[in-house]
């Protein structure tokens, strides 16, 4: 087995855990520097009542808080399955330098789990989208940006 398989074989059993102890999703995520396996999530949706509780944001966030950082440059993530739009986001957010993933997309699909009218509604124009999104407060926000803008002891990102 390679160390790559051997990893994945983790985040595989990490989504077998979560489903037999209910706590949401068949759905399992380690995330990896060097050799050592530096976060771990599972799909924590339903026991958790949080709709962002997927394994991979959770392995995010346990990774970048063993490693005191808010990036994970050279790390690597092994997902039990390919990551849906908002784990996708959240994987480039957080800069790895490579993703493997077991199960595909339509894999979850056949199981419920459907992401393609997310990923059909961020091609959609803003304006004719299913939820609507509308422009509101810029003017004040804006004033934010600015400040942003000329901060001098920002934490760039």
């Known amino acids: ?31 990896v ?29 346990d990774a970048c808080k063993n490693l005191h950082t808010f990036q994970l440059t050279g790390c690597e993530i092994y997902t039990s399955c390919e990551p849906c739009p908002m784990c996708l986001g959240a994987i480039y957010w957080a800069r790895p330098k490579v993703v493997y993933y077991a ?16 990923y059909e509604e961020m091609m959609v124009a803003i304006e004719d989208r299913k939820i609507p999104i509308l422009p509101l407060g810029r003017e004040n926000a804006l004033k934010v940006f600015h400040q942003w803008k000329e901060k001098d002891d920002k934490t760039h990102y």
């Open 33 to 61: 520097k060097g050799d050592e396996i530096v976060g771990r999530g599972n799909n924590k949706v339903s026991s958790t009542n949080d709709p962002t509780a997927h394994a991979e944001v959770s392995a995010i966030r």
């Open 1 to 31: 087995m390679t160390r790559e398989e051997k990893f994945m074989q983790e985040a595989i059993l990490l989504s077998l855990k979560g489903m037999a102890n209910n706590e949401g999703g068949p759905f399992g995520c380690v995330i």
């Open 103 to 118: 199960n595909n997309r339509q894999d979850a699909a056949e199981i419920g789990f459907d992401d393609s009218m997310i």
